[in-house]
């Protein structure tokens, strides 16, 4: 089956940085990779999202890159702020949308 | 972030006793999704639904049962053989855009369960 792998797990940045977060998946198949965003006490939320035909997106200040040769996709968020503060989790899903997620990596922005 | 609900919010359960976790979508999706949040170790799946009346394990469904009986409904019973049931439990639910496939998740704002 899937197995997703995130890093780093905790990510500390000072405002206006930017940060990246990387995950790497195992089965090719695999053709939908949305990362969500989960703070404290909340349910995740679908931030932004990429499929296999598309190397790359972007939504204002996150962007995602998809390199599907060496299996792996990163999440940018640039110009960071307090407010991105959160954990982010990146996931793999093939057709049948069954989704694998990675570990969690924990954002803090320092002002 | 309405569409998807669950109920109750905290739960509290002495040990051997059964619980049953509410899960309600009015998004007409197909596919509903259980999974388990623990501390730094992401989101595990449970159990899944692809349709009415059929549904599958995940990766740690042992100790726990669900039932698809409805369209809208995606329960949860965690047994009282469920060895360390104390975590935050998370639903989600699913549509297809034709030809996109599967589309997100959309999750319900959790229930967190602890054994007393």
């Known amino acids: 089956g899937e197995n997703v792998e995130q890093h780093p797990s905790t990510l500390s940045v000072q405002e206006g940085d930017s940060a990246v977060i990387k995950c790497t998946y195992s089965d090719s198949a695999s053709n939908y990779f949305p990362w969500y965003k989960q703070e404290l006490g909340k349910r995740p939320q679908l931030i932004i999202d990429i499929r296999s035909n598309v190397g790359e997106k972007k939504d204002q200040r996150i962007a995602v890159t998809l390199n599907k040769t060496a299996k792996h996709f990163s999440l940018h968020i640039t110009e960071t702020q307090p407010e991105d503060s959160a954990v982010y989790f990146c996931?793999?899903?093939?057709?049948?949308?069954?989704?694998?997620f990675g570990a969690g990596t924990q954002v803090v922005v320092t002002p | 972030d309405g569409g998807i609900t669950q109920s109750p919010k905290y739960l509290f359960r002495k040990e051997g006793q059964n619980v049953t976790l509410s899960c309600e979508q009015n998004?007409?999706?197909?596919?509903m999704y259980w999974y388990r949040q623990d501390p730094g170790q992401g989101l595990r799946l449970i159990y899944y639904?692809?349709?009415?009346?059929?549904?599958q394990k995940g990766d740690i469904a042992e100790g726990y049962s669900v039932s698809r009986e409805k369209k809208e409904s995606f329960p949860l019973t965690v047994t009282s053989a469920q060895k360390n049931p104390t975590a935050f439990y998370l639903c989600?639910?699913?549509?297809?855009?034709?030809?996109?496939?599967?589309?997100?998740?959309?999750f319900g704002p959790g229930t967190r369960l602890t054994v007393l």
């Open positions: 998004l007409n999706h197909d596919a």
């Open positions: 996931a793999a899903s093939d057709s049948w949308g069954k989704f694998q």
């Open positions: 989600a639910s699913q549509g297809t855009s034709g030809s996109r496939g599967k589309d997100e998740q959309f």
């Open positions: 639904s692809q349709i009415v009346n059929d549904f």
